[in-house]
C-alpha cells in the first residue's frame, strides 16, 4: 500500500509539471507573439530600409550643389563673362549656405548610422518615424535654396532654414527614445543607444532653438 500510495504522489507531480510547463509554455508564446506583431521590418528588410535611408540621405547631399551649378552655368552668359574669382565672389553665400547644409547633414548621416548599426527589426513607429527623419533630410536642399535667394533679413527663411535643422533632431531623440523603449528592435550583440547619445542630441536640439530666439 505504502508503495502504491507514493507511485500515485510521484504521478501526481508530474501530472503538475507537466500543466505548468505547458502553461508557462502557452504564455511564452503568447508573449513571442505579442513581441512578433510588433515588428515591422525584420533582418533582412530592415538592411534594405537602412540602405534605401542611406540612399536618400546621399542623394540630399547631392541636390545642395545644385545652386553652384546653376550660377556656374551662368557664367557664360554674362556680358564680357566672368573670372572663377568673380563668381566665388559673387556667390559667397551661396558657397557658405552649401558647405553648412552639406556638413550639417553628413553630421546627421554619422548619427543616424552610429544609432542604427544597433537595429536589426523595424516596429511600425520607427518605421514612420525614419521616413519623417529622411522628409527632414530631402526638404533641406529647398531650405539652403531659399536663404540663399530670399533677402537679406527675411526672418521667416531663417525660421524655416533652422527649423528644418531642428525637426530632423527632434525625430532623432524620438527614434533614439523608441529604440531604448522596444529593446525587441536590437541586434543580441549591440547594446541599446546610451544616455550620452540622448545627450548630445538634446544639446544640438537646445543650440537650435537658441538659433531660432
Given amino acids: 500500500k505504502l508503495l502504491l500510495m507514493t507511485d500515485m504522489d510521484?504521478?501526481?507531480?508530474?501530472?503538475?509539471?507537466l500543466l505548468l510547463g505547458e502553461g508557462q509554455t502557452s504564455k511564452g508564446e503568447h508573449r513571442q507573439g505579442e513581441e512578433t506583431e510588433e515588428i515591422e521590418l525584420e533582418l533582412h528588410e530592415a538592411e534594405r530600409f537602412i540602405t534605401f535611408t542611406d540612399a536618400v540621405v546621399a542623394i540630399a547631399m547631392t541636390l545642395l550643389i545644385l545652386p553652384l551649378m546653376d550660377a556656374a552655368t551662368d557664367m557664360g552668359d554674362e556680358e564680357g563673362g566672368i573670372t572663377v574669382a568673380d563668381y566665388f565672389k559673387k556667390n559667397g553665400e551661396k558657397v557658405a549656405a552649401f558647405l553648412i547644409s552639406f556638413f550639417v547633414v553628413s553630421g546627421f548621416w554619422i548619427g543616424h548610422s552610429k544609432?542604427?548599426?544597433?537595429?536589426?527589426?523595424?516596429?511600425?513607429?520607427?518605421?514612420?518615424?525614419?521616413?519623417a527623419w529622411m522628409a527632414g533630410i530631402v526638404f533641406l536642399p529647398v531650405a539652403t535654396s531659399l536663404i540663399n535667394e530670399a533677402p537679406t533679413g527675411d526672418l521667416i527663411v531663417n525660421l524655416v532654414y533652422t527649423g528644418t535643422f531642428l525637426s530632423i533632431a527632434?525625430?532623432?531623440?524620438?527614434?533614439?527614445?523608441?529604440?531604448?523603449?522596444?529593446?525587441?528592435?536590437?541586434?543580441?550583440?549591440?547594446s541599446m543607444p546610451g544616455l550620452l547619445m540622448i545627450v548630445e542630441i538634446a544639446v544640438n536640439i537646445f543650440l537650435l532653438v537658441l538659433a531660432l530666439l
Fill in 10 to 17: 510521484d504521478t501526481q507531480k508530474l501530472e503538475s509539471s
Fill in 170 to 190: 527632434v525625430v532623432k531623440l524620438l527614434m533614439c527614445l523608441l529604440i531604448r523603449a522596444h529593446p525587441i528592435t536590437l541586434k543580441e550583440e549591440k
Fill in 115 to 131: 544609432m542604427f548599426q544597433r537595429v536589426e527589426n523595424f516596429t511600425i513607429g520607427l518605421v514612420r518615424l525614419n521616413f
